[in-house]
């Protein structure tokens, strides 16, 4: 029977959660820094206005700030979902070489 960490598979896993821990400590961050940037375009597109329409137009709703959360969002679920499919993959494998070998 090999070793564990002959394979390749298991450093893929590590690598992976190491993403997902990565993403999870990172993605607040970045989820304020993209609203930062998004009411600073705004304020930007305001300033452009004429000076008649400053005062009466509303401030929008930004959407560009939720789209980043949720790619972030999305990129961990990918990134859990590989993770869970190449776990239970090894897993299967490592028990038919089990009963093959017994």
């Known amino acids: 029977m090999s070793s564990l960490t002959e394979s390749?598979?298991?450093w893929f896993l590590m690598f992976v959660a190491a993403a997902l821990v990565a993403l999870a400590v990172?993605?607040?961050?970045?989820?304020?820094r993209q609203e930062r940037l998004v009411?600073?375009?705004d304020q930007r597109a305001r300033q452009q206005l004429p000076?008649?329409?400053?005062?009466?137009?509303a401030p929008q709703p930004a959407?560009?700030?939720?789209?980043s959360r949720t790619s972030v969002r999305g990129l961990y679920f990918t990134l859990a979902g590989i993770l869970t499919i190449v776990a239970t993959i090894m897993l299967v494998r490592r028990r038919a070489d089990r009963a093959q070998h017994a």
Not at 26 to 32: D, S
């Open 8 to 10: 390749p598979w298991p």
């Open 26 to 32: 990172i993605g607040p961050k970045h989820q304020r």
């Open 39 to 41: 009411r600073m375009a």
């Open 51 to 57: 000076d008649d329409q400053r005062t009466t137009a």
């Open 63 to 67: 959407d560009d700030a939720t789209d």
